[in-house]
């Protein structure tokens, strides 16, 4: 990293307090030390009852929101004051963000139960900034060291996946990833694989007619005038084999786990979100709490973070020099 990424403030949001987020985030910054200045937001005493803290020579800022009870707190349990205090983290990073005071941002995992147990409706992260930064064409953006897939649909049960997917969606989309790919990763121009919805991407309409009447016109759309290279819709097994060869910048997946099993299976390592469309850089690391390994630190791994970090710091300098 050059000396302009020091500058950088980079903001991180320590997410579940039962979950694994102070663990990792503590086991991570250590080892980034240098490449920019780190805020975390969280409640400090929570923090400091993570072994690996103890332990962690981490330097930075803390704002402290003190916001989680003392009272009978454990790692691991699902409660609605742990998804209340999650969303206030959220909160303050959002004001920070506005006010200039971090430049980008990296959240660790928040459980989607416990912020619907406080009262609060939000299906993830992306949703949230969505509706806070009101943007209306938000984009998930996942990816590992081999792979990028954006995805059209996100949480929402499979029998509506179909029902949900139309040519103003998926033109959006794809326009939302070429622009992300030339400013924040610096790719001239773009080579982006669109996948079908139906097995062999419906074999010319013979299993269905979603690539037919809605994504091939998308695409078809989206090609005028853009500096990229479009193909698709495209059989989903054959066109991921080809992504993970180092064929595609991007793949456009119409669905969660169309894109999440090969990431996981090729690199759950280094698997980072990164929500497209924000005004800001926002990634986290492609996995949940974890409430299971939550209080045991040697069963934590702080890769697929520091790979959020890194990817934070990497797409906020090219946003800047672009």
């Known amino acids: 990293m050059n000396k302009e990424s020091r500058r950088l403030r980079v903001g991180i949001t320590m997410g579940d307090p039962a979950g694994v987020g102070p663990a990792v985030i503590a086991k991570a910054l250590p080892k980034l030390q240098g490449l920019a200045e780190f805020v975390i937001i969280g409640d400090r005493w929570v923090f400091s009852r993570s072994f690996v803290v103890r332990r962690s020579s981490f330097v930075g800022e803390f704002i402290d929101l003190q916001n989680v009870s003392r009272r009978n707190f454990r790692f691991g349990q699902v409660r609605a ?16 963000i506005k006010e200039g005071r971090i430049d980008c941002l990296v959240t660790a995992p928040i459980s989607k139960e416990a912020i619907n147990l ?20 938000t984009v998930m953006m996942l990816m590992n060291r081999k792979m990028k897939f954006s995805l059209i649909t996100r949480h929402i049960a499979l029998k509506k996946v179909s029902g949900a997917l139309d040519q103003s969606k998926i033109y959006a989309n794809i326009l939302t990833a070429c622009r992300a790919l030339k400013e924040l990763f610096d790719i001239g121009r773009p080579h982006i694989c669109v996948l079908g919805l139906n097995p062999h991407a419906s074999d010319n309409g013979i299993i269905g007619r979603e690539e037919l009447d809605i994504i091939l016109p998308a695409i078809i759309k989206v090609r005028s005038g853009l500096r990229a290279k479009i193909d698709g819709p495209l059989p989903a097994d054959s066109a991921i084999f080809k992504a ?38 926002r990634t986290s690391p492609l996995h949940g709490t974890a409430f299971d390994i939550a209080a045991n ?21 090219n946003r800047k020099k672009n």
Do not use: W
Request: hydrophobic content about 40%; proline content about 5%; aromatic content about 10%.
């Open 81 to 96: 004051e742990y998804g209340r205090a999650s969303m206030e983290y959220l909160d303050k990073a959002t004001e920070l």
């Open 118 to 137: 406080s009262g609060f409706k939000y299906s993830g992260h992306t949703e949230y900034f969505a509706e806070k930064c009101r943007v209306p064409d």
């Open 297 to 317: 630190h040697r069963l934590i791994d702080p890769r697929p973070f520091i790979a959020a970090l890194k990817l934070a710091i990497r797409c906020a300098l």
């Open 244 to 281: 993970a060869q180092g064929r595609y910048d991007c793949i456009v997946a119409m669905y969660h786990d169309q894109a999440l099993i090969p990431l996981k299976l090729s690199g759950m390592d280094s698997g980072v979100n990164l929500t497209l469309g924000l005004p800001f850089v």
